[in-house]
């Protein structure tokens, strides 16, 4: 069935550089709304960026002019590029769908990956 599978996860340095890949696989017509949260060991899962699918984007503040979110309609993939990394951008980064229509009809207001570990670590 309809499934967000996250990638791209892993150790990195500080300074350094990750990009993150979210597919929506499926029988996929549309999706409004795809983002990136992230989620640290005894905090709270924030929003860390989101794009529409017509391209309008928004980021969290602390990973402004840092990390970029991008998507491909056609293939059905969101990237979070991320650069400049620091300690504490380390956390489980989530992939989430919303308003998602399958060919077939059926609707899904959200869809949330298994998540992805990035550690940003010396």
């Known amino acids: 069935q309809v499934q967000l599978v996250e990638s791209g996860g892993g150790l990195v340095q500080p300074g350094g550089s990750l990009r993150l890949s979210c597919a929506a696989s499926?029988?996929?017509?549309?999706?409004?709304?795809m983002g990136w949260y992230r989620q640290a060991p005894g905090k709270e899962r924030e929003l860390v960026a989101v794009?529409?699918?017509?391209?309008?984007?928004n980021y969290a503040d602390s990973v402004k002019g840092r990390f970029t979110i991008s998507g491909d309609n056609v293939k059905n993939l969101v990237y979070l590029q991320m650069n400049s990394l620091k300690p504490e951008d380390t956390a489980v980064y989530y992939c989430?769908?919303?308003?998602?229509?399958?060919?077939?009809?059926?609707?899904?207001?959200?869809?949330w990956g298994q998540g992805t570990l990035v550690t940003v670590s010396s």
């Open positions: 989430k769908a919303d308003n998602l229509l399958t060919a077939t009809g059926s609707r899904y207001l959200e869809v």
């Open positions: 794009i529409t699918s017509h391209g309008s984007t």
């Open positions: 499926g029988s996929i017509f549309t999706i409004a709304v």
